[in-house]
């Protein structure tokens, strides 16, 4: 793929991460299980991106965190705190509103158009 | 035994990190690591192998570490870019001019030999260049790194240029006649009569042997003068044309005055000694004073071409 059009779509998929990762970490997860769900879920990211990214949210009180030490090797687990849930309310209602924005547009450019009768 | 390729990635990762987050992120890393090959080798690789794979997915380590305390990974960011160029830009014209001037003025007055002149000048220029270039950058670098919240001047509309005068107008064209007429009647005045003043009698301040030839290329020079501001009032504009004569005319005024000068043959060496050598000054002082009207005639010169073709450059933009 031409790399002006992956810059493109990358750009388009940054703060979606965000959201998965909110909505995901409902139930408590750690670092490598939730790069596995992501990729399963279509959110594939890199896991040098979605390491720090955890640590941020986490600075931020997105997220809050615990050492698991009963597992085969100890794991840092997180799950979404009171205000990431907000943070991921507020996010999926602009995505919801976007993605109708986008399609208002595409029916108006491309199916007839009752708006143009006025 | 020597260590694992994970145990040195993750020590590369962790060291330039703060303190207290460095135990946390060692022991996050190695068990998301571990996970990662553990899940290759579920699928049949080697260790060996699934390890290089995992770590090389990850990347360099720096970048990672940068990424875990939000340092930025560029020198100046597009906070402080602008800033920092446009101060660069002013800088790096004003102090390489003037540390190349003051030391050339500076040895002249020493009266070391031209080459020393020379070459210490333009070591000072470079040197300057050199300073200026690195400390106004390394300010910048801390600006950015210490995430100084400085809000630098915020950009409104007012800062927008009004696109200046060049030079062209009306006014110009009457101011360059007025002048050159004064300096016409001026020249003429001090040769038949004495401009200076001493004793109750007239002394000329040119020298008395430049009538004829010396003075009517002055007047010619002054006459050319007047002439390109009229061409460039009837153009409206200044050209490339009037950029070079202007140019021209500069490099002549400038050659007849340093010639007749080095020759002795510009001031009235009757009027110096009454001024100046009768009042008690110093043929040494006398020299620093012959030094500095160079310095004067060569600066105004060079001010001027360089005018010209600034206005050259704005008025030929669309």
């Given amino acids: ?24 970490l409902r139930t408590p997860g750690y670092g490598y299980a939730l790069l596995e769900q992501l990729e399963r879920r279509g959110f594939a990211t890199d896991a040098n991106t979605l390491y720090p990214l955890l640590r941020r949210l ?34 999926r209602q602009e995505w919801r509103a976007l993605a109708s924005a986008i399609a208002s547009l595409h029916e108006t450019s491309t199916g007839p158009s009752t708006d143009e009768e006025h | ?61 720096g970048i990672l570490a940068a990424s875990y305390s939000d340092r930025p990974l560029h020198l100046i960011g597009p906070r402080f870019y602008l800033t920092w160029w446009r101060l660069l830009k002013l800088l790096l014209i004003i102090v390489p001019i003037c540390a190349f001037g003051g030391v050339a003025l500076g040895k002249l007055i020493e009266d070391v030999p031209i080459g020393d002149v020379i070459g210490a000048s333009i070591a000072a220029g470079l040197g300057a260049i050199v300073h200026v270039a690195f400390w106004v950058t390394l300010v910048f670098v801390i600006l950015e790194r210490t995430g100084s919240e400085t809000t630098l001047a915020e950009w409104d509309v007012d800062q927008l240029h009004e696109p200046r005068p060049t030079g ?14 004064i300096g016409v009647g001026v020249i003429l005045w001090d040769q038949a009569r004495g401009f200076a003043r001493i004793d109750g009698h007239g002394v000329p301040i040119l020298h008395p042997d430049l009538w004829p030839w010396g003075i009517l290329a002055l007047l010619a020079i002054i006459a050319l003068e007047v002439g390109l501001t009229a061409m460039i009032y009837a153009r409206r504009r200044w ?12 490099v002549v005024f400038l050659s007849w005055a340093l010639t007749l000068l080095g020759h002795d043959l510009l001031l009235n060496p009757e009027f110096l000694d009454l001024a100046f050598v009768d009042n008690g000054v110093q043929p040494d002082t006398m ?4 030094i500095l009207l160079v310095f004067g005639l060569v600066g105004i010169s060079a001010w001027d071409i360089v005018d010209g073709w600034l206005k050259n450059r704005r008025d030929s933009r669309p």
């Fill in chain 1, 58 to 91: 986490e600075k931020q009180g997105f997220l809050t965190s615990e050492w698991n030490t009963e597992d085969s090797r100890p794991r840092k687990f997180y799950v979404t705190s009171e205000q990431g849930l907000g943070l991921a309310e507020i996010l």
């Fill in chain 2, 1 to 61: 035994m020597s260590t694992t390729l994970t145990e040195r990635y993750i020590s590369t990762t962790i060291t330039s990190l703060p303190a207290p987050l460095q135990d946390d992120v060692r022991a996050e890393l190695e068990a998301s690591i571990a996970d990662a090959v553990e899940a290759r080798l579920d699928q049949g690789e080697q260790r060996s192998e699934a390890e290089r794979a995992v770590l090389t997915e990850l990347g360099d380590p």
């Fill in chain 2, 168 to 181: 062209a107008g009306r006014a110009d064209l009457i101011a360059s006649i007025v002048f050159g007429v």
């Fill in chain 1, 1 to 24: 793929m031409s790399e002006p059009f992956d810059t493109h779509l990358q750009e388009l998929r940054r703060g979606t991460v965000v959201l998965a990762c909110l909505q995901l």
């Fill in chain 2, 287 to 290: 020299r620093v004073l012959g």
């Fill in chain 2, 239 to 250: 050209t490339t044309a009037s950029a070079v004569l202007n140019t021209a005319l500069a």
